[in-house]
């Protein structure tokens, strides 16, 4: 008896010891890390990692456009990120005729590095635990709202008492909840230029068949550079601003890592929820999920196809489809994996040690007793509206193009609204900006079939009560044929149409506001939103309040009620350091995935001027003749290796550094069986994958004609030291 319930909490505990799961804090790591990662083979201190006393690997890695992650690899502000993570700005510098998004780009000079508007570069300059001053006169009584006012009313005052230089930017960011904040002293650089970009049959090699998947063999990278004033401090654009003189660079390993090293990866991921209840991962993986992944086929396949048959829609919707398509077959590796893995037994194999363990406490008890019923009856009464909400979120704001330029344009509307047309004007810039932008990319006939594709989920699949009633009378005007509806919205609007708008714009806010009111697509997009903020998300967001309040309070009892296991706060954007080692793993029955995969695989793949899988002539060259220069190993190029280090979506571009903090790759992506990492990590098969800096190396080189980029870069050979 005594053996059975000794070995069922052995059982448990083990699955609580999640070896390498963590995206952890970088000023906590000496506290809570450094042993761990020592032990597993890392040469360096956390203080090596993160210090505010003197250059850190933490001084080398910069939030790239507040979406990815980049690191400087030159004493004069080189970054390099991923081509998935520039691929916006490399594709704004396309033209059919001077396609470097197809062809590839590299700048033989300073002179011609390319200034992306809008981009920026943040670094940390300092993170420090300010729970207790922003929680000072905060009470477990208190109701939400004063809570809430005294937590707004105190991160005030601390944001503006923190000591900072006037170029530096304060934030204060709650993690766990709500339950810990953590105040980030930050310094934006805004003049980020492109510096080259390897052809896409390179950079996005595999495309949508090979993303999410191992084995890969993408040169996901592409190169930019930071620029900073005179004084080495931000600046905003400019030709005299010179390169950055940074605090710290990354040296970059020729010696690669092999299977069992240790490796680090250190960036900015996203968004992770890993201490959800199950109904909130059953919601997901069976219901929503779903939904989106339904309405994302259609628009694919429109896209898909479009794009296949004509380079100028290629060009202009590269950026737009991958958006699309990265989440969409993420989401389909997610719903499997949790399945696949019993992510939903486990869940509810936890929720019964943690009820059982309150159970017995009689604090714990009254405290807690009720969270997970609570749960339960939250979830359920919000299913229908989170629904209706993931419907018209997808369909209205996500997918049809001239949506969400609608939606934008009813912002402009709004201010007009609010504040008349003085403050229009004085955005007028910005508009027209905006405007111009999505005439550049746009293809009504496009658009239009996702659209007709669309509104035939909207009318046959959301229920009746969401839909609304002006657009049902459209449709029925149309004979409820979706062409024939399309025809009717994409030929009465005149927003899309670049010579209606730039006379609105021209004849100032009052003609430009009437243009956009008075639109029928304005009306009709609407009236869709009206009915979703009336009758799905005024009560989801009620009761998302209350599954929020809830989920602060779980999260504190599980770090209580579970003193055994290690809590990291989910990902929210800020910096974090995630660890593990080079390792393989078994994704099916006698199935064993290897840690490396080389040019020899990108061979294998190639198909002659396949959408996906063709091979740039010079590439093939390059193979040929093994002319692989110092970046090869044994005779073979390294292209992607795979770890156990816990990512997700912004981790994008991050580096991977080695033992002793040199570069060894770039972050890109996770493998198939492991996207369900972001709500339930699975050390077994969760892998991150990562582009070799060897082939990076190589492909500046040797493909690019770049060497130039190479020679600032700081090369080392740690294998020696061994
Ligand atoms: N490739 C992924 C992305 O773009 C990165 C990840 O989620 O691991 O979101």
Known sequence: ??????????????????????????????????????????????????????????????????????EVVSAQGLLLTNHHCGDEFIQSHSTLDKNYYADGFWAASKSEELPNPGLFATFIVRIEDVTSQVLENV????????????????????????????????MIRPFFEGNQYFLFITETYRDVRLVAAPPAAIGKFGADTDNWVWPRHTGDFSVFRIYAGPDNKPAEYSPDNQPLQPRHF????????????????????????????????????????????????????????AMRNDPEIRLQYVSKQSRIANSWKKWIGESQGIHKTDGIAKRKEYEAEFRKRV??????????GDILDSFEKLYAAQEP???????????????????????TLHSVIKIYDASGPASLESRMGRIRDYVEGFFKDYQ??????????????????????????????????????????????????????????????????????????????YVFVRSIAEVNESEALTEYNRLEEEINLLQRRYMKAQMEVFPERRFYPDANGTLRVTYGKVAGYTPRDAVRYETHTYLEGVMEKYVPGDYEFDVPEKLRRLFESKDYGPYGENGKMPVCFIGTNHTTGGNSGSPAVDAYGNLVGLNFDRVWEGTMSDINYDASICRNIMVDIRYVLFIIDKLGGAAHLVEEMKMVHPKDKN
């Not at 159970?359 to 807690?368: C, F, I």
Request: net charge negative; charged share 30%.
């Open 359 to 368: 159970g017995e406490n009689p604090e714990w008890k009254s405290e807690y």
């Open 250 to 305: 990354l040296p970059v390993s020729l010696d690669g890592v092999e299977d069992d090293d240790f490796t680090l990866v250190f960036g900015f991921p996203g968004r992770t929820e890993e201490y959800l209840p199950s109904p909130a991962i059953e919601l997901r993986a069976d219901v929503l999920n779903p939904i989106r992944i339904g309405i994302r086929d259609r628009t694919l396949e429109v896209l898909n196809e």
């Open 444 to 521: 009504p006939g496009v658009d239009r079939k996702v659209f007709a594709s669309l509104m035939e989920v909207y009318f046959n699949e959301l229920a009746p009560e969401y839909q609304s009633k002006f657009a049902i009378e459209q449709f029925v005007a149309a004979n409820k044929d979706y062409g024939t509806l399309a025809e009717l919205i994409y030929g009465k609007t005149r927003l899309i149409r670049p010579d209606v708008m730039r006379q609105a714009m021209d004849a100032g806010p009052d003609a430009l506001a009437r243009a956009i009111k008075e639109d029928y697509a």
């Open 385 to 407: 509206y989170a629904k209706a909400r993931e419907y018209i979120g997808e369909i209205a704001g996500r997918n049809i193009e001239l949506f969400r330029y609608v939606n």
């Open 1 to 70: 008896m005594k053996k059975s319930i000794l070995i069922t909490l052995l059982i448990f505990l083990s699955r609580l010891v999640f070896a390498t799961e963590g995206m952890w804090l970088p000023l906590l790591l000496q506290q809570l890390n450094e042993g761990e990662m020592q032990s597993m083979g890392m040469k360096m201190t956390a203080e090596d990692i993160y210090s505010v006393n003197k250059g850190s690997l933490k001084d080398a890695i910069v939030h790239f456009g507040g979406f990815c992650t980049a």
């Open 139 to 170: 009470t477990e009584e208190m109701h939400p709202k004063e809570r809430q006012a005294w937590v707004t009313k105190n991160t005030e005052r601390i944001k503006a008492e923190a000591q900072r230089e006037e170029y530096q930017d304060v």
